[in-house]
């Protein structure tokens, strides 16, 4: 990202956003609310694109000096990026196996069997594979969002995109989530994580962003931005978050 900005008519929701990551980093976004954190997840994935600046994600180019993408552009972008959300946002009339089976054979042409083969693969790996055969709604929030980790996995992503995925869920549930996604993270994936969990931030990622105000007020290695951060707005959010 250059110089990346995004308004809503007169509110400028993002201002002057540079960023670059490199494959198998994960980045920790904090920041208080209303800062701009999950329009700038939106942006890399193409839900709201940016109104101003430049972007570079899964090999196309997009911005100033540049076409809008094309259809074709979009599926490669939406492809390689998977994206988990606050809410679930999984098909209550499908079962847990036919959630992450659709996309796959919608989008990459998979067969049903193939599709269904990788699916239990996927549930496996997040703990789930014994709940297959269920519906969304007999299942607890952390295995809901869980599901929905291996649903957006299943479209071999080369950058995931979490928008504060445990914020719905009680401690405990969240803790089942935040697990998931330390082993993906330990496994190698490049994730980007807008989170609240402070000790996620610190602990799991490489680097940690502060944002507010739509900007990027600081960055750096994890465990310095998070114990000794430098400018007085981001000291001012940490002892915040800290004191609660």
């Given at each position: 990202?250059?110089k ?55 090999g ?30 999984l ?5 847990v ?48 969002q ?14 995931m ?39 996620f ?20 290695p994890s ?22």
């Amino acid at each position: 990202m250059e110089k990346l900005g995004k308004s809503f008519g007169d509110l400028k929701v993002l201002e002057d956003i540079d960023m670059t990551m490199c494959a198998g980093e994960v980045v920790a976004i904090i920041g208080p609310s209303g800062s701009g954190k999950s329009t700038l997840l939106r942006c890399i994935n193409q839900i709201e694109p940016p109104t101003s600046g430049r972007l570079e994600v899964g090999g196309v180019v997009i911005g100033e000096g540049h076409r809008e993408p094309d259809a074709r552009e979009l599926m490669q972008i939406r492809r390689s990026v998977g994206m988990v959300f606050q809410s679930f946002n999984l098909f209550p009339h499908l079962t847990v196996l036919q959630n992450v089976s659709l996309a796959q054979r919608r989008v990459m042409g998979r067969s049903h069997l193939e599709a269904d083969a990788v699916s239990m693969q996927l549930l496996s790996r997040v703990g789930l594979a014994d709940k297959a055969k269920q519906y969304p709604s007999r299942c607890s929030g952390g295995q809901q969002q869980r599901i929905a980790i291996a649903r957006a996995l299943a479209l071999e992503p080369q950058l995931m995109l979490f928008d504060e995925p445990t914020s719905a869920l009680d401690p405990e549930l969240g803790l089942e989530v935040l697990a998931v996604m330390r082993e993906l993270a330990e496994g190698g994936m490049t994730m980007i994580v807008v989170t609240h969990e402070m000790h996620f931030a610190e602990s799991v990622s490489d680097r940690v962003i502060i944002m507010a105000d739509g900007r990027i007020i600081e960055e750096g290695p994890s465990r310095e931005v998070m114990r000794s951060p430098k400018t007085e707005r981001a000291q001012q959010f940490l002892n915040a978050v800290k004191d609660r």
